[in-house]
């Protein structure tokens, strides 16, 4: 009897150090987080080239852009992280000026810039992310939502992601879908408003100009995606990482205020501006694929090479092809240098043509260039500094690192285009 007592107390006492180390390991778990984190972001983006689509395929495409942007990573727990960001691209764009070429002061011209109100805007929008991770950091479970407005439409989404470690964290597999609803309210090139469904048909000074003209009867716009990533570390040196995803699109994809002019159509004019034939007409339902994959090697402690490849194909007729490269190079302790280069290729879409090269008989039609055949190469390089003892402070934050990027892109259609982007991360202490 004795026995069985000392045994029974043992075997409570085991127990007992088991739920307490339990206990122990749950209260003092390592968090997803360790504290808030905030990363401002700036970037300037400069482009031209004399393929505007707002101008049928002709006409400046000059266009000037700042973004600033704000993320806020807050941990509500040792599982749970929500991140908030905005984001303001404010831009004054020669091209969309032109959607009203006649409100300046000089003779309207697709290669001059209108100096009226519409040749400037800005795009606001915002994200809301909840992410929790399981007690053995195996399962990560995320949802987001964003929203977004501009002067011509209005965009909600949502979204969800579910991440999976295993092989002792050695292999990623991941699923995610999003869903975005968007409103346009349609703005259309000047000369083509009179002669709308109720319109006075008639434009000044231009008698003989009279287009077939409707406007859109649907504006809205619902967009589904789906996607899946699988990681490998592969070896102590090589990581290597393929993904899949899929986007169909359904509403008013094509952009009412872009003009499209036909060779079968006598042309009109305004001072040196041509008159519309019509706006671009697309096809209300698109899908998207697209397949790549990763490989990163590290090559010593001071060289590590970054490889990406993806094919996309979609039933609007265009298939493109991407790579990339880009090899950090560890200068010191807390600075590194980014050389970047990325190649694309596409064919064009099945209902791209030139400047006045389509019918009137068409069904769909556009002159944008970004739906034409073209090769673009762009080139950066980007500079990083690290502080991991954030000696620099901001009130209750010390910055832990801090990057500067610059990227030259141009296509053999004629744009080119250059962009300068500055980041900040700090830490709160």
């Known amino acids: ?51 505007a689509a707002v101008t049928g395929g002709i006409g400046t495409e000059k266009l000037n852009n700042i973004t600033p942007t704000i993320v806020l990573s807050v941990p509500l727990n040792e599982d749970d992280v929500l991140t908030i960001d905005g984001e303001v691209s404010a831009y004054t764009s020669a091209s969309s000026s032109n959607v009203n070429p006649f409100d300046g ?38 949802g987001k939502l964003s929203i977004s407005n501009e002067f011509d439409y209005f965009s909600i989404g949502i979204g969800g992601s579910h991440t999976w470690l295993f ?47 409707s406007t859109f009867t649907k504006t809205g716009r619902n967009s589904y995606s789906a996607g899946l990533f699988i990681s490998q570390i592969l070896s102590k040196r090589l990581q290597g990482s393929l993904s899949a995803d899929y986007v169909m699109q359904q509403g008013l994809l094509s952009t009412p205020f872009q003009r499209v002019y036909f060779s079968d159509v006598d042309s009109s004019f305004y001072e040196n501006f041509r008159l519309a034939d019509d706006i671009e007409r697309m096809p209300d339902t698109r899908s998207k694929v697209a397949v790549g994959g990763r490989l990163n090697y590290y090559i010593n402690q001071y060289l590590t090479l970054r490889t990406f490849y993806r094919y996309y194909f979609d039933d609007w007729g265009i298939q493109s092809h991407t790579f990339s490269v880009e090899v950090p190079v560890k200068i010191s ?97």
């Open 333 to 429: 302790g807390s600075f590194t240098l980014y050389p970047s280069w990325r190649f694309y290729n596409q064919t064009a879409a099945d209902y791209f043509a030139p400047y006045a090269k389509h019918l009137s008989t068409e069904q769909f039609y556009t002159s944008d260039y970004d739906l034409s055949k073209f090769t673009a190469n762009q080139y950066g390089f980007g500079i990083s500094y690290t502080d991991i003892f954030t000696r620099f402070h901001i009130s209750k934050f010390g910055m832990k690192s801090i990057d500067l990027k610059y990227h030259y892109y141009s296509r053999d259609t004629g744009l080119k285009a250059s962009i300068i982007a500055l980041g900040v991360h700090f830490v709160m202490d």
């Open 105 to 142: 002061t000089k003779p309207a011209d697709p290669f001059v810039a209108s100096s009226g109100a519409s040749g400037s805007d800005a795009w606001i929008g915002a994200n809301a992310s909840y992410s929790h991770s399981s007690d053995d950091r195996n399962r990560i479970w995320s």
């Open 1 to 51: 009897m004795k026995k069985l007592i000392v045994i029974l107390l043992l075997l409570n006492a085991v127990f007992l150090s088991a739920q307490t180390a339990q206990d122990s390991t749950q209260v003092y778990k390592k968090r997803v987080l360790e504290s808030a984190e905030v990363d401002f972001l700036m970037s300037y983006y400069q482009q031209d080239g004399d393929h």
């Open 167 to 213: 092989n002792q964290k050695n292999t990623e597999f991941g699923l995610s879908g999003n869903v975005f609803f968007d409103s346009w309210y349609p703005v259309y090139p000047y000369e083509l408003r009179p002669f709308a469904e109720g319109g006075s048909g008639y434009f000044p000074g231009t008698p003989v100009y009279n287009p077939t003209f």
